[in-house]
């Protein structure tokens, strides 16, 4: 039986991939590491049957185990992928580059950006966005996701996509008029002054490629698959290991949640 002090409150959870983009109710990585690492060896097995954002499989990966991640979220299952997928942090850094460059340029054609947003958005999502943007970081926004749509291809478009996603919905600060992003309901603050949004995302981007510098190239194999947990097509005594937290675990006063298999 393991014995050990789970009060993770003062550790560094943004070590290598982690911090790319926020999710609810995540829980801290140094709880499956440790799970990982007394109960498995190099080589064996893990699985999380509700991956989320993949604070699983990103131990698996970094500990060297095969890992298996199953979810029904999109976002989840992107954030899987990118935070697990080896990524050349010169390469991340030129085309971060090209496309803050880009969108600086695109944001000198204000008629065309107005333009498009018309067009790229239907009259409910324009009135979600008056709410909570101002019209500058709209365009801003707009001049962002154009020039990513347009320079990259995946897997590395996802990647910053992801970027572009953790500027607007940032916890404190932000682009957006909400008071708090800490929260699952954020307030409308019309006496916030939003910060410019190319200035964020270059400073978020650069935060996160300094993290994915630790994420190792893949040695072991790793499946991030659509199936929910009552779907896993995994042949009986195939997984050594899994870990899991169920949906809000570090919302409530719970580990999650963690079973041997034999």
């Known amino acids: 039986m393991l014995r050990r002090d789970f009060d993770f409150e003062t550790s560094d959870s943004t070590y290598s991939s982690h911090s790319i983009h926020p999710f609810a109710a995540k829980f801290p990585p140094q709880i499956p590491r440790l799970f990982i690492e007394e109960l498995t060896q190099s080589g064996d097995s893990v699985l999380d049957p509700m991956a989320g954002s993949g604070t699983t499989i990103v131990?698996?990966?970094?500990?060297?185990?095969?890992?298996?991640?199953?979810?029904i979220d999109p976002l989840a299952l992107r954030l899987c992928r990118v935070k697990t997928t080896w990524l050349e942090p010169l390469e991340l850094e030129r085309d971060g580059l090209e496309i803050i460059q880009g969108a600086l340029k695109l944001c000198t054609s204000q008629r065309l950006l107005r333009r498009e947003l018309e067009m790229r958005f239907d009259t409910e999502t324009k009135e979600f966005l008056d709410y909570w943007f101002m019209s500058e970081t709209q365009l801003e926004?707009?001049?962002?996701?154009?020039?990513?749509?347009?320079?990259?291809?995946?897997?590395?478009?996802?990647?910053?996509?992801?970027?572009?996603?953790?500027?607007?919905?940032?916890?404190?600060?932000?682009?957006?008029?909400?008071?708090?992003?800490?929260?699952?309901r954020p307030h409308r603050d019309t006496t916030k002054n939003p910060r410019n949004a190319i200035d964020e995302f270059r400073f978020r981007l650069a935060k996160v490629i300094k993290k994915f510098q630790n994420v190792p190239q893949r040695v072991k194999r790793v499946f991030v698959m659509d199936r929910s947990a009552k779907e896993v097509p995994l042949p009986k005594e195939s997984i050594d290991l899994i870990v899991t937290s169920p949906p809000h675990a570090n919302a409530i006063d719970t580990l999650g949640g963690v079973t041997l298999c034999d």
């Open 59 to 71: 131990e698996a990966l970094l500990l060297r185990r095969e890992a298996f991640g199953f979810d």
């Open 141 to 184: 926004l707009l001049a962002l996701i154009l020039t990513i749509e347009r320079s990259t291809t995946s897997p590395v478009r996802d990647f910053f996509e992801l970027v572009f996603s953790s500027t607007i919905i940032a916890k404190t600060g932000g682009v957006s008029m909400a008071r708090d992003l800490a929260h699952s």
